[in-house]
């Protein structure tokens, strides 16, 4: 199986401030139909996940820009480029490279 | 609106059985791989199962096998999740979401596997 490990853990950031999580895998998430399929989700407090970027740097229908996805092969950043409240969530990376589906632990941003 | 419902949720002893169900709408149900993930009280996401759009193809987390089974009807627009032979770690709210991306994901149903 393929490991997805996500840091930082816990990441407090000032509003209107830069946040940037990073995901490393554990082998190349390049398929082989040359596709890269690394996502990342936003879990708020109470809610189900929610699609932000699929296939490395794709924001999927209604995300705002100041989300946006990087990397390639085994290392991988999402990045927020002003937090706004309403950013106060748990991300996770997901590979769909590879059954079975992995995810990353989790990083919590919050406000400082 | 492209929705998923999921449904069937309940507390159950160990070793019980049970049943879970996600109606789809707004979109084209049968054109689209469907997952089920779960999460357990105050834990990471986990993906658990997925099955291809025909249902010819299924794929499931090794914590699962032989115990739950993933199917679909095209024609109801319908997933499902057997469970059976639960254990207290199966104790989670679990999501259905859509294709392998899961860029749509329903509320959640929640399993608790308790005596």
């Known amino acids: 199986d393929i490991l997805m490990t996500q840091t930082p853990l816990s990441s407090p950031v000032t509003l209107g401030q830069p946040a940037s999580i990073s995901c490393r895998s554990s082998q190349s ?5 040359g596709n890269t399929y690394l996502s990342w989700l936003q879990q708020r407090p109470g809610q189900p996940p929610r699609l932000l970027i699929y ?21 991988f950043t ?20 590879q059954f079975p589906v992995t995810f990353g632990g989790g990083t919590k941003v919050e406000i400082k | 609106d492209v929705q998923l419902v999921e449904s069937g949720g309940d507390l159950v002893q160990p070793g019980g059985s049970l049943r879970l169900s996600c109606e789809a709408s707004g979109f084209t149900f049968s054109s689209f791989w469907m997952s089920w993930v ?11 199962a997925n099955i291809k759009n025909d249902g010819s ?52 149903t929640v399993v608790t596997v308790s005596s």
């Open chain 1, 78 to 97: 999402l990045k927020i480029s002003r937090v706004e409240a309403e950013d106060v969530a748990v991300y996770y990376c997901m590979q769909g490279t």
């Open chain 1, 29 to 33: 998430l390049v398929h082989n139909d």
């Open chain 2, 38 to 48: 779960r999460q357990a009280p105050g834990k990471g996401l986990e993906w658990v």
């Open chain 2, 57 to 108: 193809q299924k794929y499931y987390v090794d914590s699962v096998k032989g115990r739950f089974t993933i199917s679909r009807d095209n024609a109801k627009n319908s997933l499902y999740l057997q469970m059976n032979s639960l254990r207290a770690e199966d104790t989670a709210v679990y999501y259905c979401a859509r294709g392998v991306t899961v860029d749509i994901w329903g509320q959640g």
């Open chain 1, 55 to 75: 296939k490395i740097s794709n924001r999927f229908s209604g995300v705002p820009d100041r989300f946006s996805g990087s990397g390639a092969g085994t290392d």
